[in-house]
């Protein structure tokens, strides 16, 4: 599925790679769509737990976001498949994962450390999509792996000046600091 997308794969394919019947592969997947909603359903718990132990709450905030977004940008093949599974329209196999998701974002939102008024569905979509969208690019050629520093700088500040009071998040604070150099080198960079 990582391959060819939703769309590109078969019950039949999966029997034989995985080298069982087809008459076997049928009878726990009586279809396509079965089949691709038990494979991102598992992708989706999977994902979970591994973001869940690189970046656990006793982490820092700012830890969190590294730990999420390099976890993207490594395993491309887990945003492939979300994208394919949006973009073929196929329904979230479980919303427990969204809504564990979401619900982060909310816990985030009413923290004392954040500013008033936050929509945090709406966040959580923002935060998904520029996370998805970013490690796109990296996948693609676009933008490096190396670049993903600098994203996530920028990433940290839109979120510290949108959603974060900086004096309650100083490790996020420290992390979108710029030095005179770096400063001076991006002045650089656009005039020349």
Not at 144 to 167: D, N, P, Q
Request: glycine share 8%; charged share 25%; aromatic share 4%.
């Amino acid at each position: 599925m990582a391959e060819h997308g939703p769309h590109g794969l078969t019950v039949s394919d999966v029997a034989r790679r995985a080298g069982v019947n087809r008459g076997t592969a049928y009878q726990h997947f009586p279809t396509r769509e079965r089949l691709v909603a038990a494979v991102l359903e598992r992708l989706g718990r999977t994902t979970k737990a591994i973001v869940d132990g690189i970046a656990p709450p006793t982490l820092g905030l700012n830890d969190r976001i590294d730990a999420t977004v390099e976890y993207f940008v490594a395993h491309p093949e887990v945003v492939r498949l979300s994208v394919f599974r949006m973009l073929a329209g196929i329904p979230h196999p479980t919303e427990a994962l969204w809504a564990d998701y979401v619900g982060r974002i909310r816990k985030l939102a009413a923290h004392p450390g954040s500013v008033d008024r936050i929509d945090a569905d709406m966040l959580a979509v923002i935060l998904l999509g520029a996370t998805v969208l970013w490690s796109l690019r990296v996948q693609s050629g676009a933008a490096s792996a190396a670049a993903t520093r600098r994203y996530l700088r920028e990433l940290k500040r839109v979120i510290l000046h949108g959603v974060l009071r900086a004096e309650q998040h100083p490790d996020v604070a420290a992390a979108v600091r710029t030095t005179p150099a770096m400063r001076r080198a991006e002045r650089s960079r656009r005039a020349g």
